[in-house]
């Protein structure tokens, strides 16, 4: 290799900045390029949270499935407190009872209420899923409901306005950029920055609908299942009222599966014995000699005289 072209390869960092220094307002430029990254990273971060949260709220509130385990639930507690007049015929229950319901032991000690419910789950209502690829857990992933609980709607609204006002700051350079532009270093800015900023105002609006939309259906939520705000809050949080489904929703989940696993041994244990009883009929059955060709009893067979 010669000495020039070492030379050529040493100076070709110096001659790209070199390159960016010609490209008219290439620090604006950069910076524009810079925030369309951020902002979709920004955007799509709000979007999970609040879509996250309204899916578990509709979850909670509408599927048939938490209806159920609620109807076991409160079927058990009547039937507990079947000597009182009082607790013995309630038609529901605070939800604070939901992370004590594991502490209510059987009389052997062993077993819980919450593993009876979640039993008495499988057996009538997901018989014929569980220990299947289309079993499905009938309550929120706990996973969900953690990431429901940090959703903070101020912080979200502040968030939204900060971006929007950057937003507009990033479009004003941008066109400002776009208007002082020699036609030869127009494009391709002009055409990714004015697709960007179109779509961002979109994205944007539809973010500030969404947690205006979420925030009715969480306070619609928290009204269904009648969860009343802590001392000292005005509202409910999704801090306060996700906190108490978590550990019941994780100990459920907890159950489920290994309710799920037992299931799948017993279907597999079901199957081998199945086979089992096929091979031993297979081998007791009498066993036929095959006719001889050209003997008497194939004679007899071909004239019809012996079937």
């Given at each position: 290799m010669t000495t020039n072209r070492l030379c050529c390869i040493k100076l070709t960092p110096k001659r790209f900045l070199y390159d960016l220094e010609q490209i008219p307002q290439v620090g604006d430029r950069i910076f524009c390029f810079l925030f369309t990254t951020?902002?979709?990273?920004?955007?799509?971060?709000?979007?999970?949270?609040?879509?996250?949260?309204?899916?578990?709220?509709?979850?909670?509130?509408?599927?048939?499935s938490v209806k159920r385990i609620f109807g076991l639930i409160l079927a058990c507690g009547n039937y507990m407190n079947g000597g009182s007049r009082t607790r013995g015929q309630a038609d529901g229950f605070d939800l604070e009872v939901l992370p004590k319901i594991k502490d209510v032991k059987g009389k052997d000690n062993r077993t819980s209420l919450l593993q009876y419910v979640v039993t008495s789950y499988v057996q009538r209502y997901d018989t014929d899923l569980m220990g299947t690829d289309r079993a499905k857990l009938p309550l929120p992933d706990p996973s969900d409901i953690q990431q429901a609980g940090l959703?903070?709607?101020?912080?979200?609204?502040?968030?939204?306005k900060k971006i929007h006002a950057d937003f507009d700051s990033?479009?004003?350079?941008?066109?400002?950029?776009?208007s002082r532009s020699r036609p030869e270093t127009l494009e391709p800015f002009r055409r990714v920055m004015t697709s960007f900023f179109d779509k961002g105002k979109q994205d944007l609006t539809e973010q500030q609908t969404n947690l205006?939309?979420?925030?009715?259906?969480?306070?619609?939520?928290?009204?269904?299942?009648?969860?009343?705000?802590?001392?000292?809050?005005?509202?409910?949080?999704?801090?306060?009222?996700?906190?108490?489904?978590l550990s019941f929703c994780s100990d459920f989940k907890d159950i489920w599966k290994k309710e799920q696993q037992a299931l799948v041994k017993l279907r597999l244990r079901e199957a081998e014995e199945?086979?089992?009883?096929?091979?031993?009929?297979?081998?007791?059955?009498?066993?036929?000699?095959?006719?001889?060709?050209?003997?008497?009893?194939?004679?007899?067979?071909?004239?019809?005289?012996?079937?």
């Open positions: 951020n902002f979709q990273e920004n955007i799509s971060m709000i979007d999970s949270k609040l879509n996250n949260l309204k899916i578990t709220c509709e979850i909670l509130s509408s599927y048939t959703v903070n709607f101020e912080d979200i609204e502040k968030e939204l990033a479009e004003m350079k941008a066109n400002r950029i776009i205006k939309e979420f925030s009715k259906l969480f306070d619609k939520t928290c009204t269904f299942f009648c969860v009343k705000p802590k001392g000292g809050d005005k509202k409910v949080t999704p801090e306060h009222f996700f906190s108490l489904w199945r086979v089992r009883k096929i091979k031993e009929s297979k081998a007791v059955l009498p066993q036929t000699k095959a006719k001889k060709v050209g003997g008497l009893k194939d004679r007899l067979s071909r004239h019809g005289k012996m079937s």
